[in-house]
C-alpha cells in the first residue's frame, strides 16, 4: 500500500502517534523513558519549534496533539524520533531502531472533533486498564510542571483541571472505535454510518469559553509533498 502524500500546513493542528518496534515495551521503566521523552521534546524545539497542545506516553507508544506555526511537521517529528531513539538506545543497551514505519498523522480541522480527541489522548490509560482516573496516570501533560510546559513550548487549548469531570467522561468501545477510525484520515473523518447519539456526542462538545478558536478555526490552502 503507498505511503500517502504528508500535508504540511499551519492553521490546524495534528494529531500524531509513534509505536516501537513490533509493538514492543520498552525494556526500561516508564518513568525513565518519559524523563527522556521530554528531553527529546525538547531538544527537537530547538531546532524546529512546534506548539505541543497534549501528549501521553504509554508501554510501547506515545500520543501527540501538536500545531506546526512553520509547516514543518516532518522536519520536527524527524528531530524528535532521531532523539527519542538515540537516547533510548543509550538508556537501554539497544542499538536497532526503536520505532516501526513511520509515524502516523491526523488533521484536526474542527474545534468539536479537536475536543473529543483530547479526550481520547487522554482516556488512553484508561482504555488500557492502567487508571480508572486520566489524570493519576503520571505520564502524561497533565502533571507537566510550569518549568517543563515552558521549555516544551506546551499550549493547551484548554485547561484539564477546570473541564476534568467531562475529560473523564466515557462513551463506550463503540465510540472510542469512532474516534481511532476517524483519525486514520488525512483529515479527522467520522464514518458517515455513525448512529444520532454518536453524532450528538461528536457535533455537541462541552462548550468552553476560554477556547481560543482561532488555533482551530482559521482556514486556509496547505502545501502538499
Not at 49 to 65: A, E, G, K
Request: net charge positive; with cysteine; charged share 20%.
Amino acid at each position: 500500500m503507498p505511503r500517502r502524500k504528508l500535508v504540511r500546513q499551519n492553521h490546524f493542528p495534528y494529531h500524531i502517534t509513534t509505536r516501537t518496534n513490533n509493538k514492543d515495551w520498552f525494556n526500561i521503566p516508564l518513568h525513565q523513558v518519559w524523563d527522556i521523552f521530554k528531553e527529546a521534546l525538547i531538544s527537537a524545539q530547538q531546532k524546529n519549534s512546534v506548539q505541543i497542545h497534549c501528549m501521553v506516553l504509554m508501554s510501547n507508544h506515545y500520543h501527540l496533539l501538536i500545531s506546526t506555526p512553520n509547516s514543518d511537521i516532518d522536519m520536527f517529528m524527524k528531530h524528535l524520533n532521531l532523539k527519542f531513539s538515540q537516547l533510548l538506545g543509550k538508556a537501554s543497551g539497544r542499538i536497532n531502531h526503536k520505532f516501526s514505519n513511520r509515524y502516523k498523522w491526523c488533521i484536526v480541522d474542527q474545534q468539536n472533533y479537536l475536543l473529543n480527541v483530547y479526550r481520547y489522548i487522554y482516556q488512553n490509560p484508561v482504555r488500557a486498564g492502567l487508571t480508572n482516573d486520566c489524570s493519576r496516570y503520571p505520564y502524561s501533560s497533565i502533571h507537566l510542571t510550569s518549568f517543563e510546559a515552558k521549555l516544551i513550548n506546551y499550549e493547551p487549548h484548554l485547561i484539564y483541571g477546570k473541564e476534568k469531570s467531562w475529560m473523564e467522561r466515557q462513551f463506550g468501545c463503540d465510540f472510542d472505535l469512532v474516534i481511532r477510525n476517524g483519525l486514520k484520515n488525512k483529515v479527522f473523518k467520522p464514518n458517515v454510518d455513525i448512529n444520532t447519539h454518536t453524532k450528538k456526542i461528536l457535533n455537541n462538545p462541552k462548550k468552553l469559553s476560554y477556547l481560543n478558536p482561532d488555533k482551530v478555526s482559521r482556514t486556509s490552502k496547505t502545501s502538499r509533498n
